[in-house]
């Protein structure tokens, strides 16, 4: 008899032959998961190696400059003391040479850094400094000392040292100094001669007075008379200058003024 019946579903699987097992995938076995890990190990100590050994050079390369430096440094100071024989003359102007040559470079490119930035165009040490306003004098220090104080904010204070009692500039590095200062008197002292001067810290030794003015006023005016005073004088590091006045009652704080810049 012949089978008419017809159905959409599939037949239903073969079933498996007795002791035939299913093949598993080919997977990472356990030597090939210790050769990568040797082969990460391998690259990181390349790596590092590689890195060690540049910084080897770097320090090296860092040390011999600095003792090359030294060591022309001191060719310089047997040149200065003339210890080296006329022979070794040639050699120091040499040595001099390449410094002027390094300086003006160095020099050349702060005056380039400068003008992009906008910043001053001096470079050495300088300062200009304004007296301390009465709306800052708070606790009126201005009138407890003899020396004038100055406003550090409204200043030009470059490679030099405002005392913590904003009456002292401090040198910080020794030279020959173009010094000024200019003050306005404001009222007449029946004492004592309106006075203004500079002076200098000595250690263990009187304070030194370096430049000086005067200026009068009739007793009983309003009128204002300005003292001034400029000169040029060597400094050491760590010297300590002042301006010191007759009395600072009788000074008029808009127009006071004090500076220095180092000329070599």
Not at 174 to 193: D, E, H, M
Not at 211 to 222: N, V
Not at 239 to 264: E, M, P
Request: charged share 20%; net charge positive.
């Amino acid at each position: 008899m012949i089978n008419t019946f017809h159905t959409s579903y599939n037949p239903p699987p073969v079933p498996p032959r007795a002791g035939y097992s299913k093949p598993h995938p080919v997977g990472n076995t356990s030597l090939v998961k210790f050769l990568s890990v040797m082969l990460l190990l391998l690259m990181i100590l390349t790596f590092g190696g590689f890195l060690y050994l540049f910084q080897k050079l770097s320090t090296l390369k860092q040390l011999q400059e600095g003792y090359l430096d030294e060591v022309s440094l001191e060719r310089l100071r047997e040149c200065a003391d003339n210890s080296m024989g006329e022979g070794s003359m040639a050699q120091c102007g040499k040595l001099m040479e390449k410094y002027k040559a390094t300086i003006a470079k160095v020099s050349q490119l702060n005056e380039n850094l400068s003008k992009l930035t906008g910043g001053p165009h001096f470079i050495g040490p300088a300062a200009h400094m304004t007296a301390l306003s009465e709306h800052k004098d708070k606790l009126s220090r201005f009138f407890k000392k003899s020396s004038l104080l100055w406003d550090e904010e409204h200043s030009l204070v470059q490679e030099v040292r405002l005392s913590n009692e904003r009456d002292k500039l401090i040198i910080q590095y020794p030279g020959i100094y173009f010094i000024y200062s200019q003050v306005t008197f404001s009222k007449n002292s029946a004492l004592s001669s309106l006075k203004q001067s500079i002076r200098i810290t000595v250690p263990k030794k009187q304070d030194k007075e370096l430049l000086k003015s005067f200026c009068s006023l009739k007793p009983g005016t309003q009128n204002l008379c300005t003292a001034s005073q400029a000169g040029v004088f060597h400094l050491e590091k760590d010297q300590q200058l002042y301006v010191a006045v007759t009395n600072t009652s009788l000074v008029n704080r808009d127009s006071c003024n004090f500076g220095l810049f180092k000329l070599r």
